[in-house]
């Protein structure tokens, strides 16, 4: 079963920054895919970011229009972590933030669908103000 654990979250004021962590149990599933998603009050859950690896240090990423340019992923598969990186970070970024995954060791998915994610953490909230 695999567990992911997120950490980071917070209050920041616009324009600053803060980096989320997602910890997922087990090497096993360190290369699984896994996506960034956030959801505000009264909002559907939305894609913000996804990684996917062809090998333990090799990755590729994709991105939501909204967040392309101030938001990165990244992942270090031997601390079984992956990275949301958020800059110049909005008022309208004010959600929390949830780390899915996906079956499927080295799988080149990223998936911007928040259906085909089988596992979930808990969410952190991030709040920015104006």
């Known amino acids: 079963q695999v567990q992911l654990v997120e950490s980071g979250g917070g209050l920041v004021q616009a324009g600053g920054s803060l980096r989320l962590s997602c910890v997922t149990s087990g090497r096993a599933f360190s290369t699984y895919p896994k996506g960034w998603f956030r959801q505000a009050p009264g909002k559907e859950r939305e894609f913000v970011a996804a990684?996917?690896?062809?090998?333990?240090?090799?990755?590729?990423?994709d991105y939501a229009d909204s967040v392309k340019g101030r938001f990165t992923i990244s992942g270090d598969t031997a601390r079984n972590t992956v990275y949301l990186q958020m800059n110049s970070l909005k008022p309208e970024d004010t959600a929390v933030y949830f780390c899915?995954?996906?079956?499927?060791?080295?799988?080149?998915?990223?998936?911007?669908?928040?259906?085909?994610?089988?596992?979930w953490g808990q969410g952190t909230q991030v709040t920015v103000s104006s």
């Open positions: 899915a995954a996906r079956s499927g060791a080295f799988s080149s998915s990223r998936s911007h669908d928040a259906s085909e994610y089988e596992y």
């Open positions: 990684i996917s690896w062809s090998g333990r240090y090799v990755y590729y990423s």
